[in-house]
């Protein structure tokens, strides 16, 4: 058994990381521990960073963030067999509680009782060690990287949102918003089959990102005419499947205006006001579906599958890499390089 103490980087305020040292984890006979190897930055923790909460979600004392997670089996408990010491994973961060209607029918991301890293009070996996139970580790492939296994949880958004658009390979797909969601999410698309893939974004280093990442197109949705472009671009066919993850009023609203009628829209992003105006002559008219995206549920090996026999590219998005004593740095340039970085990277082992 592992015993002594660990790195732990811990907001103890608003604006504040302090890596401190804390007791390494003990495994339950479910569990697992696992040496966290990378850590991805998410819009969520650099929220609770500068805001101390996320809506009903209140940071009230010390916590460890983090949430998008690889790293390499160390122990188990001895009621675990689906994985042995050595095993590379990806984590799974929600823990539900298995027994409600949601979890029952295999749609446990509503679970009402889910226990989710790094949303309070729950500790994250900013920190050298993690323990997890072993339902919720995924083994990797021997081709695919930490970095990779750490980016299925932003990729199982994207990869949730194109099962509840019914996406097909004949879609055309407008993605709004080219964060790490919306690019990842055009990676769903592309294994799921789409070969026409569009994108809106303000920011110039996305949209170029966006291209190397195989998009169609990649618009500025200020200086052009979205609606008339993708017209344009499409012989007049329009977009048949609109996934939203900015979660920009205007964008949300638009997303009515540039979906083609009979289309779908999915919406990822959560906007700063809840209370959205949409055009809703154009929504019955139009015959239009809409879905809403909470997580995932029942993504992790579908995407390892389908990644692992792809030629795509997710790590284009690591823009930037830190070790764990530097995790403070990490997130002021999540905070306010938002023209220059896309995924930031926590490294516990970085030398």
Not at 260 to 280: E, Q, T, Y
Request: aromatic letters at 8%; charged letters at 20%.
């Amino acid at each position: 058994m592992l015993t002594g103490k660990m790195n732990a980087a811990i907001m103890d305020e608003q604006l504040s990381i302090s890596v401190k040292q804390i007791d390494i984890p003990v495994p339950k006979d479910n569990e697992a521990l696992i040496k966290v190897y990378c850590i991805g930055i998410c819009g969520s923790d650099v929220h609770y960073y500068e805001h101390g909460r996320i809506g009903r979600y209140v940071v009230k004392e010390p916590i460890i963030l983090g949430h998008e997670l690889a790293g390499e089996v160390v122990e188990v408990g001895k009621q675990v067999s689906n994985i042995a010491v050595g095993d590379r994973v990806a984590v799974e961060p929600g823990v539900t509680c298995g027994q409600c209607d949601y979890c029952k029918s295999g749609r446990y991301n509503l679970c009402p009782d889910v226990v989710f890293l790094a949303t309070p009070p729950v500790n994250g996996a900013w920190a050298e060690y993690i323990v997890m139970p072993s339902d919720y580790l995924f083994k990797l492939p021997d081709s695919m990287s930490y970095e990779e296994g750490a980016m299925l949880e932003p990729l199982s958004v994207g990869f949730h949102a194109m099962m509840r658009g019914k996406v097909q390979p004949f879609d055309r797909v407008l993605i709004t918003g080219l964060g790490p969601i919306g690019l990842l999410a055009g990676q769903a698309a592309k294994l799921f089959g789409v070969s026409e893939i569009y994108g809106t974004d303000l920011v110039p280093f996305r949209r170029q990102l966006a291209m190397e990442m195989g998009f169609t197109a990649a618009l500025d949705p200020v200086k052009e005419n979205v609606g008339q472009r993708l017209n344009d671009l499409t012989n007049g066919f329009g977009v048949t499947l609109v996934v939203e993850s900015s979660g920009n009023a205007r964008a949300m609203a638009d997303t009515i205006k540039w979906v083609r009628r009979g289309g779908r829209i999915v919406f990822v992003g959560l906007p700063a006001d809840s209370a959205i105006p949409m055009d809703m002559g154009q929504f019955i008219d139009g015959e239009i579906d809409a879905y809403g995206v909470f997580r995932y549920a029942n993504t992790y090996p579908a995407a390892i599958q389908a990644l692992q026999h792809s030629s795509l590219d997710i790590e284009k998005i690591v823009t930037h890499r830190f070790a764990l004593t530097d995790t403070q740095e990490a997130l002021e340039v999540a905070r306010k390089e938002k023209d220059t970085s896309i995924k930031v990277m926590i490294y516990p082992n970085m030398p």
